[in-house]
């Protein structure tokens, strides 16, 4: 199967229902294990974007969080919240189809906080500097929950069987 196409095919098709132009195919053993368009016009939902969707019923139907063995396959260059996504859930490769410069003159998205070209800059700063306001409220009882987990997890810090760097 041509995986590349179907991702294409997917959001040609979620484009001609009144979706967003985006779209997610998740391959493992060289067949399709999940996959989504963008449904966040459809639902209301802004993380209901085509990676999110695709990684959530990717993760349920090999029963992991983590998607190592697998070629993610996007429209386009994921927006941060879905690479954020992508980092998290460890999947072998990631192939996009296009660019942010390739379809801006197609499609922009910007939003009050959010625009792509200064996200990844925005991101970047201190929790203070940020455009987006955010109040920093130290709690206690707040890190204690950490140390329950940690008492939970045998005295291990690490989500038991997480691929990591090392």
Known sequence: M???????????????EGGRPFATVIVKD??????SPNRVAQTNDPT??????????ACVKLGTEHLTGTTIYVLAHPCPMCLGSLYYCSPDEVVFLTTRDAYEPYYVDDRKYF?????????????????????????????????????????ERRVPGAPTAR
């Open 115 to 155: 625009e792509l070209d200064t996200f990844y800059e925005e991101f970047g700063k201190n929790w203070d500097e940020r455009r987006l306001p955010m109040r920093h409220e130290p709690r206690e009882d707040a890190v204690e929950v950490y140390r329950m987990w940690r008492r939970h997890n045998g005295g």
């Open 2 to 16: 041509d995986f590349v196409r179907r991702t294409i095919d997917l959001a040609r098709h979620n484009v001609a």
């Open 48 to 57: 209901a974007h085509a990676e999110i969707l695709a990684i959530r019923e």
């Open 30 to 35: 060289g067949e399709i294990l999940a996959e």
